[in-house]
């Protein structure tokens, strides 16, 4: 899913012009991070949840030439389908 498809259904179902619906299809992404910046989840009912979750830092290998690596610790996102979700699909 992108932002351009996000904008196309808004579109389709408002009657709002194209560059209105791009707009909004941004402000919805911008408030879902930022909701999971300030909280660590983001629940959005009969579809799932992302949550934020934090690696630790690892040794890794370089797959070219098998060389270890070190990878920082860091900030990923899951996601979790929601049983309506898991039914639908």
């Given at each position: 899913m992108s932002k351009a498809?996000?904008?196309k259904v808004i579109q389709q179902s408002t009657e709002v012009s194209r560059a209105t619906a791009i707009r909004a299809a941004g402000e919805l992404i911008r408030a879902i991070v930022a909701t999971l910046k300030k909280t660590g989840k983001f629940t959005l009912s009969r579809f799932g949840t992302f949550t934020v979750h934090r690696t630790?830092?690892?040794k890794a290998l370089n797959p070219q030439t098998g060389a270890s690596i070190r990878v920082k610790a860091r900030k990923?996102?899951?996601f979790k389908a929601s049983p309506v979700l898991k039914r639908a699909v």
């Open positions: 498809f996000i904008a630790k830092a690892r990923t996102v899951r």
